[in-house]
Each structure stands twice: as structure tokens, then as C-alpha cells.
């Protein structure tokens, strides 16, 4: 399987043009072969434009997804739009409170079909008005797509590594995660990103955004590593589109030469 990572630039409050970006970068990994693409945290709001949120929130049927589940339909391509403002008021089905916003990722298979939807379950509150602003999600993100059990986090999960074990264990060989994380803390981000790719020996690919917000500028470094914890692909700062081809039998071959997980105890 070949995923792509789009590392677009993202422009605060410009959701028209973070959208054709988006586009773009989706056309692109198709024309280059990916049989699945993967966008950045709030691409389309821009993460750090807080003073957005509430004017640019959508419903899960909103224009937003919409334009990514038509993508994914005309170029045979799964997408994980992830993610956006979602306001809950204006969604039907299940949702983690009846009304407020919400940081939301949604998965469309190669047809444009919504397989999956994924809110983030930890919310940033260090300096940072999303714990405010936001209801936090309850469900765990897993889709199956062709031969891959997929699984979705998104950017401050990181540090949370109870998620990701629990993620594994319902059966995740590849876990993505959309992210809008900033400078200085470069360091965390790969650090976290190789361990939980390591501990749970699966594959791991974070999709960070390009780009400066008031005082916030992205890292970008989108990657790929494998069940090993080996940097498969990565980017600096500036946008760009990584793709690698990973093969999900890896995942096995790995767990079985070392079964970490066999001595775990409880």
C-alpha cells in the first residue's frame, strides 16, 4: 500500500484557499500513485486561528467534507480529512454532546463513502484556548481499508500513550495522525511519534501542516516509521507531499520476532 502524507501550507481563517491547497495535494498523491492521502489537523480553519472557529464550523455533511468525500470519488483515493471544526448542533447520529465544537477527522474510502469518523480525545490547554473551546471525542478512530486496519489520533494524543495501546488492540497495523504542531518543540514530536510507533509496533505516519499563525510556526517533519521505530519518510518545514509504500504483513513479522506485548503485565 502507498500512503501519502499532504504537508500543506495553512493560512489562518482562509478556509477557501486552505481547501484548494487540500485539493491539490489530493489530486497530486493520486496522480503519484497513493491508494491513500492524509491532511493536517484543522486544514481548512487553520489551527491557531481560534477567533475562526465558531464562524467556520461545519456539520460532517458540511462543504468542507463534502469537496473531500467528491475527491476521493474522482481520483480513487481514500482520504483522511483530518481534521475540521465540527459544530455539533448540526450533525445527526452520535456525538459526543448535542451541541458545541469539536476537532473532527473523517476517513473516506476510494467510492467517497465516510467510513469512519474520529474527535480528538485530548484537548491542549496549555496555553491554548482549545480545552475551552472544544468537546472532547469518546469513540476510537478505526476503519478497515482494503488490507489495513487503520487507526486515528490527532496531534496532542500523542503524548497520551494509553490511546494508542488501546487502538492497537482493537487491531491497528497503521495509526495516522493529523497534527498542527508548532515550534520550539521539535524534539517531542519525533521522540513521541517513533515511541508509540515502537511500543505498539505498528506503522506510524504524522501529517503536520505548514505554515504561521500569529506567533505559532508549524514544524512540518511529516513521517512515516515502521513498526521498528525506522524513519521510513519524512519532510522538513515547507509543504510538500511525502509518499511511501509501506506492506501491512510487516506488522506481523514483526510482533511475531519480538513479542514484547507477551510480557506485559497487568
Known amino acids: 500500500m502507498k ?25 497530486s498523491a493520486a496522480d503519484r500513485g497513493a491508494d491513500l492521502v492524509a491532511l493536517p489537523e484543522i486544514f481548512n480553519v487553520g489551527y ?39 459544530d455539533l448542533s448540526l ?26 469518523v474520529y474527535r480528538k480525545h485530548h484537548l491542549f490547554g496549555y496555553e491554548s484556548a482549545e480545552a475551552e473551546m472544544l468537546v472532547p471525542g469518546e469513540s476510537l478512530g478505526i476503519v478497515e481499508f482494503e488490507d489495513v486496519t487503520v487507526g486515528m489520533t490527532t496531534c496532542y494524543d500523542l503524548r497520551f500513550p494509553e490511546l494508542y495501546r488501546e487502538i492497537a488492540e482493537a487491531g491497528a497495523t497503521l495509526v495516522l495522525v493529523p497534527s498542527a504542531w508548532p515550534y520550539p518543540r521539535v524534539e517531542h514530536w519525533q521522540v513521541l511519534s517513533r515511541a508509540r510507533a515502537i511500543e505498539n509496533q505498528c506503522f506510524l505516519a504524522t501529517i503536520n501542516g505548514s505554515g504561521s499563525y500569529e506567533d505559532a510556526t508549524l514544524i512540518g517533519r511529516s513521517t512515516v516509521y515502521d513498526p521498528w521505530g525506522t524513519l521510513l519518510a519524512s519532510t ?11 506492506d501491512p504483513t510487516r506488522v506481523e513479522q514483526v510482533r511475531e520476532s519480538f513479542p514484547a506485548w507477551h510480557d506485559r503485565r497487568r
Open 48 to 86: 491557531f486561528a481560534f477567533d475562526t472557529y465558531q464562524r467556520n464550523a461545519e456539520a460532517l455533511d458540511g462543504p468542507t467534507l463534502t469537496q473531500m468525500s467528491d475527491l476521493a470519488d474522482e481520483n480513487d483515493i481514500a482520504v483522511l480529512a483530518g481534521s475540521i471544526v465540527e
Open 3 to 27: 500512503i501519502a502524507l499532504a504537508q500543506i501550507a495553512i493560512e489562518g481563517g482562509d478556509v477557501g484557499s486552505n481547501r484548494k491547497r487540500a485539493a491539490a495535494a489530493i489530486e
Open 236 to 246: 522538513g518545514d515547507e509543504p510538500d507531499i511525502v509518499v511511501r509504500e509501506i
Open 91 to 116: 450533525t445527526d447520529g452520535e456525538t459526543p454532546a448535542d451541541k458545541g465544537l469539536a476537532n473532527t477527522s473523517a476517513f473516506f474510502d476510494r467510492d467517497g463513502e465516510r467510513r469512519a
